[in-house]
T-cell receptor, first 111, second 111 residues
């Protein structure tokens, strides 16, 4: 069974700090990869997605993620976080119609 | 544009009862997925439907069933409710294999 592991449960950063959230998945075949964000009081929103091609994908609000196939990883990055990035972030993997989410990383950005 | 709409928003049921949750996808989206989310965890995949056919099923008991209608709306049914079924149930839609757009969910409480 495929699984998704997000290494950090809670990350606290100051504004302008750089962000990297780890995501590893277990499935060895072809997968589609996603990062979702859930702002306080809002529903899940798609940040970015990877299907194939350039392993560095850019999403909304200055986020990007790099797919490293050899490491089964899809880490999320942002060069300079803002207070408004405070949210919960979920990594997800989809294969053959089945989606698996990680347990999420809560990001708190201090102003 | 209307997003993914789910009804009801909140529901309280007694153990052993049956419940039906409803979802209307974004116009033009033919794929609908259902997830269960409990506090502190990521969404757990229940079902995916595409063009009214089941395309994926998660590790949930047969008490859980779903269907998709010709207008692409969907229902999730849960029979013989258990206390452990208390959770937020999320519906998400997409045009195909792309990233999903989530609804705000139905909060089910089983007492």
């Amino acid at each position: 069974a495929q699984s998704v592991s997000q290494h950090n449960h809670h990350v606290i950063l100051s504004e302008a700090a750089s962000l990297e959230l780890g995501c590893n998945y277990s499935y060895g075949g072809t997968v589609n990869l996603f990062w979702y964000v859930q702002y306080p009081g809002q529903h899940l929103q798609l940040l970015l997605k990877y299907f194939s091609g350039d392993p560095l994908v850019k999403g909304i609000k200055g986020f990007e993620a790099e797919f490293i196939k050899s490491k089964f990883s899809f880490n999320l990055r942002k060069p300079s976080v803002q207070w408004s990035d405070t949210a919960e972030y979920f990594c997800a993997v989809t294969n053959a119609g089945k989606s698996t989410f990680g347990d999420g990383t809560t990001l708190t950005v201090k102003p | 544009d209307a997003g993914v709409t789910q009804s009801p928003t909140h529901l309280i049921k007694t153990r052993g009862q049956q419940v039906t949750l409803r979802c209307s996808p974004i116009s033009g989206h033919k794929s609908v997925s259902w997830y269960q989310q409990v506090l502190g965890q990521g969404p757990q995949f229940i079902f995916q439907y595409y063009e009214k056919e089941e395309r994926g099923r998660g590790n949930f008991p047969d008490r859980f069933s779903a269907r998709q209608f010709p207008n692409y709306s969907s229902e999730l049914n849960v029979n013989a409710l258990l206390l452990g079924d208390s959770a937020l149930y999320l519906c998400a839609s997409s045009q195909g294999q792309g990233g999903y757009t989530f609804g705000s969910g139905t909060r089910l409480t089983v007492v």
